[in-house]
């Protein structure tokens, strides 16, 4: 089959593979209809993420039909619709039975490599380095899904992929970042990122009651979106003060939630840290640039809470700690638990009190993931989303 | 070689221990092990996997068992000389049980200490380690996962000799089958 694999920092290519085959009991074997690239994505990408192999198959993002099924799953039969959720998931060990799928006990058979870097380890994800797991991914025509009895959600509506795909990861991701907000009436929650996630978490927010949201971004197509689909207040990073256009829009209060949707990646951040993260990160003495972080912790209200949804790998420094004990914040984040989510989510989409599909703005062939990558990467034509169709 | 190594299962202990008490299940999460007989009056034989070198055999004797432990240790003039213990203790607030393993095996003879080195992994304990993970796998999820990566599933040479995460092709899927 056809299948984009990560070659190196930068590169990847759409390359002949062997078809997967069922290796356990409870594995099905689906044949992909889209597929998405992810933020996350870029982070391999860009090379910020240890344990990749050359070849290894990418995407987490995928839904299809299912084509082949072990022993183990009853509750699925060829030909069905379904989408699937990012994180392997085993639905039997104490993470999975406190529905924290993202954290499952028995999904990484290379726990041992996470162990070593983060003390323990999350579960295992698609196409998603080997310390996680080792999986090829769905950025290819089939892929095998492990634990298929727990993860793959049935599609039993007519709605089109580009409705229900994201139920595999974002709209699941930016819901969670939104409920982690506790959101009262009244609340104002401001979003770092306007990318796919940033979108959702910002749609979420106002499904979940949000009195208003404010988007902070660079990238103005960006910015306008959340403002035309979602009714956020825009703040441009590169124009103006950010948390003092945050205290103005709040009565010098600060929002009353922060959400980092961007992750290790951050852009800019001004003055003298910048800098100095920049130079660190080139030495690789931090792994990560969290300039949106810091800004969420330094402008949320006091007593407020910072959900973080943006992915970090590994360290920062400067992180303001001092601003966390003495303002009384709450800093709640993690991998997303997608199947906590799916089945209400869906509910909403079919009862259309959301549709994420608005995000969608490049549609390609599997055979032209590369130019995907790199176009989504650049921001170029004004991207935010791109679907994949083998 | 001393190995110790803790693992939270979540299964109600009886259940845990009834598993391991039937020593023939040993070799279905112990990836060096190929297979354990019962050879009746509380002794059961051990073999090493083949994988590219000779096959090592012994009998062990068990010393304990009980609901909460089980021991056991090599019999005199064995070429592997090994002992071990389980210990099972259920988990504070119904969180299952705690399993906790304790290793050890030696041997004189110079043929058998490479097994021996298979046998424990390449660094003390890190076997075992990958070893109750596969344990934890079984008993939770009723099976252990297979990755692309890490086609055995949990193993402690693999993770330094990762495969790309890409399908397999029909030669690996046979030599997999093999080692099944
Ligand atoms: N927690 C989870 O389960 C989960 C799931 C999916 C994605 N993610 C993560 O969410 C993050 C966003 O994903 P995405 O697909 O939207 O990616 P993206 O790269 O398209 O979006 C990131 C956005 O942040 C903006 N940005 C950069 N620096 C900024 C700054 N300092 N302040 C404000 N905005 C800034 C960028 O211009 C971009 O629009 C990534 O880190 C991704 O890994 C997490
Ligand atoms: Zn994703
Ligand atoms: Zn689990």
Known sequence: MRANCWMGVNEVEVQEVPDPKILNRRDAIIRITSSAICGSDLHLYDGYVPTMKEGDVLGHEFMGEVVEVGSGVDNLQIGDRVVVPFPIACGHCLACEREEYSLCENSNPNAELAERMWGNSPCGIFGYSHMLGGFAGGQAEYVRVPFADIGPLKIENDLPDEQVLFLSDILPTGYMGAEMCDIQPGDVVAVWGAGPVGQLAMASARLLGAEEVIAIDHVDFRLAMAERQVGATPINLDQTDVREELLELTGGRGPDACIDAVGMEADHGTGPIAAYDRVKQALRAETDRPHALRQAITSCRNGGTVSVIGVYGGFLDKFPMGAVVNRSLTIKSGQCHVHRYMRPLLDHIEQGRIDPSFIVTHRLPLEETPAGYDTFKHKENECVKVVLQP | ?180
């Open chain 2, 1 to 180: 070689m001393h190995g110790k190594t803790a693992v939270t299962v979540n299964r109600p202990p009886a259940e845990v221990y009834q598993y391991w008490h039937d020593f023939a299940h040993l070799a279905d999460f112990m990836t060096n092990v190929g297979s354990v007989e019962d050879r009746g009056g509380g002794r059961w034989h051990w073999r090493s996997k083949a994988r590219d070198e000779e096959v090592a055999e012994w009998d062990i004797e068990i010393v304990t068992d009980e609901a909460a432990v089980i021991a056991w240790r090599s019999v005199a003039g064995s070429d592997v000389a090994s002992e071990g213990t389980v210990r099972f203790a259920p988990a504070p607030g119904d969180r299952g049980t705690e399993v906790v393993v304790e290793v050890d095996y030696q041997s004189s003879e110079p043929k058998v200490a490479s097994l021996v080195k298979k046998l424990r992994g390449d660094e003390p304990g890190m076997q075992l380690k990958e070893d109750l993970r596969r344990f934890k796998q079984v008993l939770e999820a009723g099976e252990v996962l297979r990755s692309d990566g890490s086609p055995e599933g949990p193993d402690s040479w693999r993770l330094l000799h990762q495969r790309p995460a890409r399908p397999l092709s029909d030669a690996e899927l046979d030599e997999l089958g093999a080692l099944r």
